[in-house]
């Protein structure tokens, strides 16, 4: 190449060069107009990554909306779980007082508490005491009378005896649970479980009716909604020996309250109110029974007084579980199993969900029926 061509060779090159660079650049720019066109438009602020420790709570991002707690609904009034009841009563005495009273007047009252499943003997004193105040008062007003009903019912029940539950002074207390099948015994179990472990109690549960098919099953469901032990052994095995290991196991723990499932045969077969008693005498070689509750179920009208008559007999009863008040219309069987056995009502059923189990009042429920 001669000498002369090279210094002009190297401009070209160099020229060449220079053109591809600008032709890079421009293109680089015009992709990156192109980008910023294309990206939608926000107003948040750009995202600043941090770490975070473990087992740190990060809060929310403020674009992000937190769900709000919703208060639970109100639960129902005892009033208007008992509506079946009050419509029955209060309907039935509108008719019968919505009139001058007379001798038709009381037949009629006496006869809607009987047909309330207060007992005959209640209903006539209830009767008696109530149209001697009237004549006594020369009361003709209906409302006027229908409250002095309401305190003639509640003089039935004894306000001012204790209706609280128990609890011995060394562990475990033992709560007896007695009844016949189909009152909503397992499930009073499990719902008194659940309560229990709401306040803070240990709870042990002995599946002790070894004889009704898949009993243990139920009874197992409920001890772990409620996180109580259960103890149980084969099916048929005997109910004495069921409760005795339960209470070695709660003792040896240390646990506050014992529950005991019991058989629930007709009542009428003695074979079952012996078993009952041969439970609660294996129970008190070790320890005390501090309640021996009877569950009734209120739909069962007066055969719940014949039953807690039997069970009153072999399993001490010192209270009465009173079950499904929200499903009948006839809720007088309460009066009458105070006012004829002097046994306490200390709980009732007014729901199927777990928190239905309340302590009774008499003066709340006889204004829930009488409403």
């Given amino acids: ?195 229990l472990s709401r306040d803070g109690k240990s709870v042990a549960l002995a599946a002790a009716d070894t004889f009704r098919a898949a009993a243990d099953e139920q009874l197992g469901a409920w001890g772990e909604r409620s996180g109580a032990q259960l103890v149980k052994h084969q099916p048929g095995a005997d109910p004495g020996a069921v409760a005795f290991d339960a209470y070695k196991f709660a003792k040896a723990r240390e646990l506050d309250v014992l529950l005991v499932d019991t058989a629930g045969r007709l009542h009428t077969k003695t074979p079952l109110m012996d078993e009952l008693s041969k439970v609660r005498r294996v129970i008190e070689k070790e320890g005390t029974v501090q309640e021996s509750l009877l569950v009734i179920d209120a739909t069962g009208g007066q055969n719940g007084l014949n039953q807690a008559k039997e069970f009153a007999r072999a399993a001490g009863v010192t209270g009465v579980v009173l079950t499904k008040l929200d499903g009948t219309a006839k809720g007088g069987i309460a009066l009458t199993i105070e006012d004829d056995l002097d046994i306490p009502i200390k709980l009732i059923g007014v729901g199927e969900g777990i928190e239905d189990l309340e302590p009774f009042d008499p003066k709340a429920y006889v204004d829930a029926i009488l409403a």
């Fill in 1 to 195: 190449m001669p000498d002369g061509m090279l210094p002009e060779l190297l401009i070209a090159l160099g020229l060449v060069v220079l053109v591809v660079v600008v032709v890079f650049v421009a293109r680089r720019g015009s992709q990156r107009d192109a980008d910023v066109l294309d990206r939608p438009e926000t107003t948040k602020a750009p995202v600043t990554r941090t770490e975070v420790e473990p087992e740190t709570i990060v809060e929310p991002p403020p674009d992000v909306v937190e769900e709000v707690e919703v208060e639970p609904a109100l639960r129902p009034s005892l009033r208007e779980r008992l509506t079946k009841s009050r419509r029955f009563i209060t309907g039935r005495l509108a008719d019968a007082l919505g009139q001058t009273p007379d001798e038709e007047t009381w037949e009629d009252v006496e006869a809607v508490l009987i047909q309330a499943d207060i007992g005959v003997a209640t209903a006539t004193r209830i009767v008696d005491d109530l149209r001697e105040q009237v004549r006594e008062r020369k009361i003709k007003d209906p409302s006027e009378i229908m409250a002095l009903l309401n305190e003639e019912l509640v003089s039935l029940f004894d306000t001012e005896k204790p209706r609280d539950l128990t609890y011995s002074d060394d562990r475990p207390t033992v709560w007896l649970i007695v009844g016949v099948n189909g009152t909503g015994k397992t499930t009073t179990i499990g719902k008194l479980a659940s309560t």
